[in-house]
């Protein structure tokens, strides 16, 4: 992304980098002041841009709010390691290489799991929701690839046998969302009331996720 | 808990004070879930509940107090939740610890709001990190609660539960999940099943399973 910005001459070269300043700057101010509480015209004033310029990109605060969040999953799945894709390997090593993924992520970046929780608030108004909703479901991929890694482990005897894996999938996100927003709310205060690192309750989710996945003899 | 009980056996004018206390913190749980905890002044609650601010105050010296007895308020729902068996010592601690599950989804699915204003407790706590108030209301908790660090250690004792598990971390991981799952959910009851194809309950469900899986010894 940052090659084609920086590599792309002329007028779609300003364009992007217009496009880019405006995220930015926008991520500054959402994560300081709240999604909800940001609007075009705070966006416009911090950037020093017009309003009318920052409609030229986007339509309204949820879109740009949309961005963010498509960026970090594509970053999210850029930085899955390779294992992860590795068709020689069992679907539980795949799976757990996922999960390995998905915590080295969060420990690089914890306050992108605050943001996806400020995301969920923002349902809470139904015309925003209304619009995040067809949002999500245009930029939907075609298949999931927690599930795909299920279906493989159950088929390579990996996995349990009984599981679905359109649900298993729904339940691995469930649990690792709601695990990285309660840990990210409590960044500042965790290690001094439990004792315990964050890494470690995370790393020891992730055992306790593939044990009671994994097929038992 | 035992405060509720009170109240409802209490009779002149301890009975009266009681009922009160209660009062203020029903009246103040209802606008901190509408307007956010740190919009709602004492004086709000005061307007609302028909009472003057001195009245109030001759129960919680601020805000924060109210939040705090709300909070453990919630702690006791939580416990009052769980079946009996949870305390049983002639189950195995995995059954037990199943047990403990089926509570803590049973308290979410009766009190969704609690799930809600932990939301909002998340992020004044954040912002206080009043740490030595968290754990003292911790040990208040832990001493009429389940305690499920030693759950699970029965648990590894009766072989039930897998014996590599390190008690405190196991626990500290599960109410890691159990609250931040709560959360998510209780802010996506309306788009969730839209969106996942599955019920709330049903991946609620799953997720317990998934734990309980990945904690018990294999056989």
């Excluded at chain 1, 709010?65 to 498509?70: S, V």
């Excluded at chain 1, 998905?102 to 929701?129: G, I, K, T």
């Amino acid at each position: 992304m940052t090659n084609v910005v920086n590599t792309t001459r002329g007028y779609f070269g300003h364009r992007e980098r217009q496009r880019e300043r405006i995220l930015m700057t926008a991520e500054q101010l959402f994560t300081r002041d709240g999604i909800s509480n940001v609007s075009i015209a705070d966006i416009a004033d911090a950037v020093g841009m017009t309003r009318a310029t920052i409609y030229r990109y986007f339509a309204n605060r949820i879109e740009i709010a949309w961005a963010l969040q498509r960026r970090y999953s594509e970053n999210l799945i850029n930085s899955m390691p390779s294992d992860v894709t590795n068709a020689n390997l069992l679907g539980l090593t795949r799976l757990r290489a996922l999960l390995r993924g998905f915590c080295d992520y969060f420990f690089q970046y914890p306050e992108r799991a605050l943001y996806v929780a400020q995301l969920d608030r923002l349902q809470v108004n139904p015309e925003d929701n209304a619009q995040l909703v067809e949002l999500r479901r245009n930029d939907m991929q075609t298949e999931d690839p927690i599930a795909a890694i299920i279906v493989l482990g159950i088929r390579d005897g990996s996995l349990r046998a009984n599981l679905d894996a359109n649900k298993t999938s729904t339940t691995i996100y469930t649990m690792i969302w709601g695990l990285e927003r309660r840990l990210a709310a409590s960044t500042a205060t965790f290690e001094g009331e439990y004792h315990l690192s964050q890494r470690a309750i995370y790393e020891d989710a992730c055992q306790i996720i593939i044990q009671g996945l994994i097929a038992r003899q | 808990m035992d405060d509720m009980q009170a109240t409802n056996t209490m009779r002149g004018y301890h009975g009266h004070r009681g009922r009160q206390r209660e009062r203020i913190l029903r009246v103040a749980e209802t606008l901190f879930l509408r307007d956010g905890i740190e919009s709602v002044g004492i004086n709000d609650i005061a307007a609302t509940a028909n009472i003057t601010r001195a009245t109030i105050y001759r129960y919680f010296a601020n805000r924060i107090e109210i939040v705090w007895a709300l909070l453990q308020s919630y702690g006791a729902s939580i416990v009052n939740s769980m079946p009996a068996d949870v305390m049983n010592p002639k189950l195995s601690g995995a059954v037990r610890l199943q047990y403990v599950f089926q509570g803590f989804m049973a308290h979410f699915f009766r009190y969704p709001e609690q799930s809600l204003f932990a939301i909002q407790f998340d992020q004044l706590y954040a912002g206080h990190k009043d740490i030595e108030k968290m754990n003292q209301f911790k040990i208040a908790l832990v001493q009429t609660e389940f305690p499920l660090s030693r759950l699970i250690e029965a648990g590894v004792r009766d072989g039930s539960l897998r014996a590599n598990l390190d008690p405190i971390v196991t626990s500290t991981t599960i109410l890691a999940i159990i609250w931040g799952i709560s959360r998510h959910f209780a802010q996506l009851s309306t788009t969730f099943e839209y969106e996942n194809n599955f019920t709330i309950r049903e991946i609620y469900q799953e997720v317990c399973d998934v734990m309980l899986q990945g904690l018990i010894a294999d056989k």
